[in-house]
């Protein structure tokens, strides 16, 4: 039996006092863990929350990108209205309520979330309400310390003033997903705070020079480093030694070729391209030169972009081509026949339904009268308003001087023989070896010109009614006309005379050493030939006084024919007069002498073998270097007199002047002759289709608006189709000229406007720009600099005219409307000859610079951020080659940005 004991024992106690402390000692533990547990779901609440709080941020910068998105979505998938694009803005069509004037641009809508006002701007830096400032320093790139979008300073003359700020409004989101855009948000709203906000800005790629197409032009090279082969259309003539006021050398520019293309003549033999601007910092050889120029213009540089490379009907450009693979697809000068190789024989080369369709489509063209700068105009209202059937001539001569570009030329002489032909029933262009028709048409092509007839008939006959004849014309080669010389034995001559009582001509026969004067065969460019061939004519009853002659030259079919139709009028002087001393009828543009009306009898005399210089009624019938008198204006210099220096068809293909043996710019529409007639009336001379700043009245449509309409042949290998013709569909390295940025760069929003002029700059440096004393005279940089503020400002020429959108270019000829662009007569047509296929007024690639912000909205009516994101996204807009009329948007590349 166990004893119990008391509880005054010892032992008793002892086991008491251990069960106490175990259990407070478990007590505890299971505080500790309560605690524990307790501050672990505080540090994980605290967690998650920032982390939510930091998806919501990128979520709120993420719609930026979308807000572009949706608005580019809207705006310019519409093939029925037209658009154009500048940094940080879409230029659109004003529409009324019946939506029509689609294509007239008159508007601007931000792609931005817009500009703070005064007070918002004047708030502290720290100021909860302050704009939003997208250009932040980088703290991931100190090396040197550089900002987000650019380093250019609000004052570019004083070194220590500070970089520029691109201050933002903010969108700020409530708890229920209500945006509200008011730079003094309430913040008492308990019941639906504010819960966050971004803000966005959308820069166009394409006002920015791309640093994977661009080169150099050999007229600003210096004579140093690798020459450019390339031609003026091609991407590689932007210049990026433009950017030599940043740091950049021939050397280097040179470098950033090789290190895309080794072979830097080639294309084909491409590396690889630069997939950032920052890639450039890799080809530094230790002194940090490419960093320093990077840092520096990165405002101005991009490594993508492209244009859509449509009109402005948004239509697919005509390619000025006959040569269907070098089309890629799209509409072109389709003529020739299938299978033939070339196009100088328009009887054995031509096929003759699809030339008149092409006429057709050139014809509708300048019949349309919606041309977005100038309403209800047209080119035939403007050149043929009482005679539209002239239409044809004037797509003639752009057909056949394409066919002289891309042709080598008859075998023997270089010569191309021009498309000849009538309108048929229905209007449509038939194709004739012979034509008849009064409404019949010679297109202009390298080949001698007829510049004088005449004939001289014996005093008495020399059998019967035969009488001794000698019949005389003048054969000039103009100058720049494609041809340094010709061999006059090698062509063959058609002569036709009638009249009252006469009647006669030779047979069709080769000239012959014997009937040139001199004896000299060789005709060079600028010289005059006078020809003489006897023969006889028959001459019943009394003498005439006047006598039609219809003459022609020939290489194998008719290079020349004057006039086409009718013929031409001339004296037939009395029996005393010698034969030295007869009266002939000439013209004044040797372009324009297929009319009978073209051609002018002489007051006295003749001039065969010289200049023409005969008189009518006493006034000179030459009119080089007098003052223009007809309305649309004909092709003046800088001095405003009438000039010669439209005179102008290409070498042979392949020969010096013409290597590439294709149309190289659409500025060569400014050679195109607008005045040549046959069968409704006697032509305009020294009118070509005017790439200046505009004569004629403001509601008469622009002959530069014509260009819009036409892109030129560019051979992009296939190694660098992704670079150049992203999707088959667009253009790359083209500079859009409507660069000012919005609204930073706009001088009634800002103080301090930011400025991209330096792609500008880019455009220019280097072309040809001709004068009357200096014909291989260069666009050096400092002249650029001064073009591209022009051209950033809308600084019009002295005759320029502001058209469409006052605030933006409509079409990329507006660009002949700036001072010292084309404002220096015929001549400086040179300079649009170099820009012409480079220029855009639209890109498709967008840089979208967001930022969004977590808020908490405290109870004092305050805010707190509780977490930021900002993001880089590059979009782009793109025509879906595979389905016709489609546009697809894609994100083609992200970067988180720091801070």
Known sequence: MKTLLPPSHPSGRTDRGMALVITVIILALITIMVLGFADMVRNETAASGAHLD???????????????????????????????????????????????????????????????????????????????????????????????????????????????????????????????????PVLTNSANPIVGRFAWWADDESSKININTAWKRNGSSGGT?????????????????????????????????????????????????FN????????????????????????????????????????????????KTKAAGRPFIDIKKDGSPEIWDPIAHT??????????????????????????????????????????????????????????????????????????AGGRFQLMEVATSDIAFIGITRAPKIT???????????????????????IH???????????????????????????????????????????????????????????????????????????????????????????????????????????SIEVDDPRVNTHRNDWKKRDYGNSFGRENDGTVGGV???????????????????????????????????????????????????????????????????????????????????????????????????RAKGMFAPHSTSTAGRININSQVQPYGDASQVTSPLERSLPLVALLTGVAAPTSTNASETIGIAKARTIAKNIYNRTLATKGKKYGYAEAYDSPGEIVEIAGVADGGEESEAVVRGIANLVSTRGSVFMVYSIGQALKQTRNGSLVITAESRQQTMLERYADPSATGVTRFRRLEYQPLTP
């Open 477 to 583: 080669l103009p100058k720049n006309f494609g041809l340094d010389q010709i061999d006059l034995t090698k062509l063959s001559l058609f002569l036709g005379t009638s009249g009252t009582g006469l009647s006669g001509a030779p047979a069709e026969t080769a000239i012959t050493t014997a009937e040139i004067a001199g004896g000299n065969p060789i005709l060079t460019a600028g010289g005059y030939a006078s020809i003489t061939r006897t023969s006889t004519v028959t001459m019943t009853g009394t003498r005439p006084t006047s006598v039609n002659l219809r003459f022609a030259i020939s290489r194998t079919r008719r290079l020349d024919v004057t006039p086409l139709g009718t013929a031409a009028v001339c004296t037939l002087d009395g029996t005393g007069v010698a034969e030295k001393d007869i009266h």
């Open 452 to 474: 004088e007839m005449g004939l001289w008939v014996a005093a008495s006959a020399s059998s019967g009614t035969t009488y001794q004849a000698k019949y005389k014309l003048e």
């Open 351 to 424: 096929d003759a339904t699809k030339l008149a369709d092409t006429i057709d489509l050139l014809n509708s063209y300048l019949k349309r009268t919606d041309w977005p700068m100038t309403p209800d105009s047209s080119f035939q209202a403007k050149y043929y308003a009482n005679k539209p059937e002239r239409l044809t001539q004037l797509s003639l001569n752009i057909i056949n001087y394409v066919r002289s570009k891309e042709s080598a030329g008859e075998s023997v002489t270089k010569a191309v023989v021009p498309l000849r032909g009538e309108q048929a």
């Open 620 to 718: 000179a019938i030459r009119t080089l270097g007098k003052a223009t008198t007809t309305a649309p204006k004909q092709d003046t210099n800088a001095s405003g007199v009438i000039t010669d220096a439209s005179l102008y068809m290409p070498p042979p293909a392949g020969s010096a002047g013409n290597a590439s043996g294709q149309v190289d710019s659409v500025g060569e529409l400014g050679y195109i002759h607008t005045g040549m007639e046959s069968g409704a009336g006697a032509g305009v001379p020294w009118r070509t289709l005017h790439l200046q700043p505009n004569a004629d009245a403001a509601t008469m449509v622009p002959d530069w608006a014509f260009m819009d309409l036409f892109t030129v042949p560019v051979d992009v290998p296939e």
């Open 276 to 323: 950032s601007t920052r890639e450039l910092r890799n080809l530094d050889d230790g002194a940090g030169s490419f960093t320093t120029v990077l840092n520096r213009a990165k405002f101005e540089v991009t490594h993508y972009n492209h244009e859509p490379d449509t009109t402005f009907f948004n239509e697919p450009r005509i390619v000025l081509t006959t040569d």
């Open 225 to 273: 480093g690798v020459k450019s082969p390339f031609t003026t259309s091609h991407p590689a003539s932007i210049n990026l030694l433009s950017l030599s006021n940043y740091g950049m050398t021939a050397d280097m520019v040179d470098r950033m070729h090789a290190a895309i293309a080794p072979d830097p003549y080639d294309f084909t033999t491409v590396k690889r391209f």
């Open 54 to 184: 930091r998806a919501r941020a990128q979520s709120y910068s993420q719609m930026g990108v979308n807000m572009v998105t949706g608005v580019l979505r809207k705006h310019t998938t519409d093939g029925t209205k037209v658009w154009a694009s500048q940094p940080g803005a879409l230029i659109l069509p004003v529409e009324n309520a019946s939506g029509s004037f689609l294509i007239r641009l008159g508007r601007r809508l931000p792609l931005h979330s817009g500009m703070p006002g005064s007070a918002a701007l004047a708030l502290a830096a720290n100021d909860p309400l302050a704009p939003a400032n997208l250009n932040v320093q980088t703290f991931n790139d100190q090396s040197p310390v550089t900002h987000v979008i650019t380093d250019q300073q609000t004052d570019p003359n004083d070194s220590t003033s500070p970089v520029a700020t691109l201050p933002l409004r903010w969108i700020y989101v409530r708890q229920d997903g209500t945006l509200e855009e008011s730079e003094a």
